[in-house]
């Protein structure tokens, strides 16, 4: 009993003390932000790989040094609570200045709670005076001509961001010197699997336990899609891409399998997977059961020659294995169009052409200083603001003449190739019974005819289950963007001689038929296929 | 009106001198164009302006005002009427005939397109040369195009559709009805000299779209190739390259055109 107490005690003392704390930094973080002569503004965002809150901080502490009646805080939330965090802040009006934008967004919120830059991202960045970029748009100055920021349906400019990237495969130097001989992995596929053979060869000799390649439901997609969609290179001038060299899956793909102008058994689909088959091999077993950090983990304590990851992780990656060994970079190894086994369907490399600066910060209607957070926006994406960035953080630059550290150039996008065609997985549902099935294909026991015996009695009612959530989303976006379109209309009769607005009210009109168009035909297949309608 | 609803109205208009005079409909205009609908909807419900075009702008925003109900749908319905009613042929009128189509179409609980496609080629027959028509002409071949027939019942319907292509006036409703009939054509048969004529005739009204605007050029581009009509294609294919240098269509696109050019296609 009167352990009891003495527990109860502990506990409410406890709480009291969290409780005191949190308002005395409640207190003070609002005392510094009122004080008289200082703006501050607070930026957050979800970027917790090594290097990247650095990089930031250098960048707030050079603006503070510019602008000393300025304060600029640093607010990272971790990846897993970002969504209800953001939620959260937008709906209570409580939102930091600049918020990173990406998970937990969509059309509404964005439209909802973020101010449209578009008006100043056709202004130059001032903070590029003196610099050939001086006059040009700041939108100009992106290496995508910020595109990435561009959001189609609501033709508008919401972020502006600091990186883009790229996936490749990380190896550990010394360890492939020892195996192989070898300086970095070769990029075609038959060499590629001939060292993942030496490796286990060598890993059974001496009792090591190394696998080629650290797998995870995380990276072994990254490495494994890529390689699939190699042999689907030739479907550009397919049918399905209705002469655009773009393969669609609603009116296209998803049709031709219920009308069974292609299977699971095509031959480019089985020499797709029988390389996601031979790949996975060379991975842990298991690896579809495991997490990002247990990938890394494997590489890391150099029980894997290799993973493969984004650019995003690099800094992280050389971070933890500073000191235990020389981290390399290659691409991903493909079939090239002289692979024995492979080359049939095969066009090329795969183009990174169309790579857009990812994510971005985007400024709430509820700051209350939006000049100053757009200031700041406009210094951390001028050169040499992404310069800084660049510097410290190792992700690839977006503006241009931003020089490209050394050890960035593997990450340098490949502008030569062909689109990638095809996947498997279209939306959630399918991308759920492929996943269902995938421990078919890369089990012992398994292989490609297992898998496709797994996925085939499901997959063409999944097609029909994505089908319908498209089509949910085309209605709900019809709707929306034919009131907005009024709006447009109704305001140009109001300025005449606003040209963009015209111009604004016209690109709304073409979405609005394209999205509608997109709408009634998908609902025309799904009932020619005997599926039941979805309004 | 506050600081943050004038700070709207600049980023819409641009450069625009927001502090001018700025009623309550241009707010709520301004509101609904940022997708902010409800926010609208109070706005007007809220004015204390009067007369038609406070009353056409409720009835639109009750088109999407959430939670979106049917009562909503038909207390627009009967707003737009009550408009039609009074003044038919203004252009409070003539948009609301328009929209009594649209509710029709897809507002409503239950499509009625038999009642859609009758507002609509009565609006076509009495406001022949209004924006509204073009715009009917469009909503009327996709009804004409898809609603619940087989591909070849649709097909037959294909010739009265390209049919109406006379009635489409102004660039912005030419670009809507040819990409959509061109489109068409390539999915479900036709004529492929046909549906690259559609594509051209939109491109050179001027798409504003960019991602349409790439599509079109690369299907101009593939479809006078397969026709054996190098020039056009050249010429699309390197207005593509010109215009869309960071598409990853673009080497493809670099390959096809080079073949063309030495005369090997593939």
């Known amino acids: 009993m009167k352990l009891n107490r003495i527990f109860n005690a502990i506990g409410f003392t406890l709480i009291g003390v969290c409780f005191l704390i949190s308002a005395y930094r409640m207190f003070s973080r609002s005392r510094q932000e009122t004080h008289s002569n200082i703006t501050t503004i607070r930026f957050s965002h979800w970027q917790l790989e090594a290097g990247v809150r650095e990089a930031f901080d250098l960048l707030t502490q050079e603006y503070m040094k510019m602008h000393p009646n300025v304060r600029v805080i640093q607010e990272p939330v971790p990846e897993k609570v970002y969504t209800n965090w953001l939620i959260t802040q937008l709906i209570g009006e409580t939102a930091p200045d600049l918020i990173w934008i990406g998970q937990g967004m969509n059309d509404e919120r964005l439209a909802r709670y973020f101010v449209p830059l578009t ?30 920021s561009y959001n189609q349906n609501l033709l508008e400019y919401y972020s502006a961001s600091n990186a883009m990237h790229v996936v490749r495969l990380f190896y550990n130097q010394e360890l492939l010197k020892k195996i192989s001989g070898l300086d970095a992995p070769p990029n075609d596929y038959e060499a590629f699997i001939r060292l993942c053979d030496q490796i286990r060869d060598y890993s059974q000799k001496t009792g090591s336990a190394i696998i080629p390649i650290a797998g995870s439901q995380y990276n072994a997609r990254m490495m494994l899609t890529p390689l699939f969609s190699t042999q689907m290179q030739k479907m550009i001038f397919s049918p399905s891409a209705f002469y655009s060299l773009r393969p669609e899956w609603s009116g296209g793909l998803a049709t031709d399998y219920w009308n069974k102008a292609w299977t699971l058994e095509a031959p480019e689909i089985r020499s797709g997977l029988q390389l996601m088959h031979e790949m996975g091999r060379n991975m842990q077993p298991g690896f579809l059961q495991l ?3 247990d990938a890394t983990f494997y590489f890391v304590q150099q029980r894997a020659v290799m993973i ?24 991903l190894p493909i079939p090239s169009s002289q692979s024995p086994k492979f080359s049939k369907y095969v066009l090329g490399p795969v183009s990174e052409a169309n790579l857009r600066a990812a994510g971005g910060f985007g400024i709430p209607r509820c700051s209350k200083s939006f000049e100053v957070a757009l200031d700041f926006q406009r210094f951390t994406t001028s050169r040499m603001g992404n310069q800084i960035f660049v510097d410290r953080s190792g992700w690839l630059p977006v503006i241009r003449g931003v020089n490209i550290p050394e050890e960035l150039k593997p990450f340098q996008p490949r502008l030569e190739g062909y689109p990638d065609a095809f996947n498997f997985a279209w939306q959630a549902d399918t991308k759920r019974v492929v996943d269902n099935s995938l421990d078919k294909l890369y089990s012992v026991s398994g292989g490609v005819d297992s898998f496709i015996e797994a996925l085939k009695p499901n997959y063409g009612r999944a097609i029909a289950d994505d089908f319908r959530s498209n089509i949910r989303t085309q209605y709900r976006n019809t709707l929306r963007i034919e009131v907005s379109t009024e709006g447009l209309k109704q305001l140009l009769k109001l300025h005449p001689e606003e040209t963009k607005l015209e111009a604004k009210a016209e690109e709304m009109t073409e979405v609005l038929n394209m999205v509608e168009t997109d709408l009634l035909r998908s609902q025309y297949y799904l009932r020619e296929a005997g599926y039941e309608g979805v309004k | 009106m506050s600081f943050r609803n004038r700070l709207q109205i600049v980023l819409i208009l641009g450069i625009f001198p927001a502090f001018a005079l700025c009623s309550d409909l241009e707010e709520a205009w301004t509101k609904a164009s940022l997708f902010l609908f409800n926010d609208a909807q ?3 419900s809220r004015s204390t302006e009067e007369g038609r075009n406070r009353d056409y702008a409720q009835a639109i925003l009750l088109l999407n005002t959430q939670p979106k109900t049917e009562a909503n749908i038909q207390q627009s319905a009967g707003i737009l009427r009550n408009l039609i009613e009074a003044k038919k042929d203004d252009e409070i009128g003539i948009s609301s005939k328009y929209y009594l189509g649209r509710i029709a179409q897809i507002h409503q609980a239950s499509p009625d397109p038999v009642l859609a496609e009758k507002i609509y080629r009565e609006l076509l027959h009495d406001f022949p040369e209004s924006p509204e028509a073009s ?41 809507c009805y040819h990409l959509l009939v061109g489109d068409y054509i390539i999915r479900f048969g036709g004529s492929k000299e046909k549906a690259l004529e559609h594509f051209v005739i939109a491109e050179q009204a001027g798409i504003r779209r960019s991602t349409s605007r790439a599509d079109t050029e690369i299907r101009i581009g593939m479809l006078a190739r397969e026709l054996g009509k190098k020039e056009i294609a050249q010429t699309y294919f390197k207005k593509f390259i010109g215009e869309f240098p960071r598409d990853s269509r673009t080497y493809a696109v670099q390959t096809l055109s080079a073949e063309l050019q030495s005369g090997v296609q593939k």
Do not use: C
């Open chain 1, 119 to 148: 008006t100043y991202v056709n202004e130059p960045n001032p903070y590029n005076q003196g610099t050939d970029l001086e006059k040009i748009a700041w939108r100009d100055t992106y290496l995508d001509g910020m595109q990435g």
């Open chain 1, 308 to 331: 493969a990851s984004g650019s995003w992780d690099s800094s992280g990656i050389h971070q933890e294995t500073k000191g235990l060994f020389h981290v390399g970079i290659a691409p």
């Open chain 1, 291 to 293: 997490q990002r950090e």
């Open chain 2, 42 to 44: 109070r706005v007007v």
């Open chain 2, 135 to 175: 715009q009917a002409v469009v909503k009327l071949s996709l009804i004409r195009l898809y609603s619940g027939l087989t591909r070849d019942q649709a097909r037959q319907r294909l010739a009265e559709v390209e049919g109406f292509s006379s009635l489409v006036k102004g660039n912005n409703a030419l670009v």
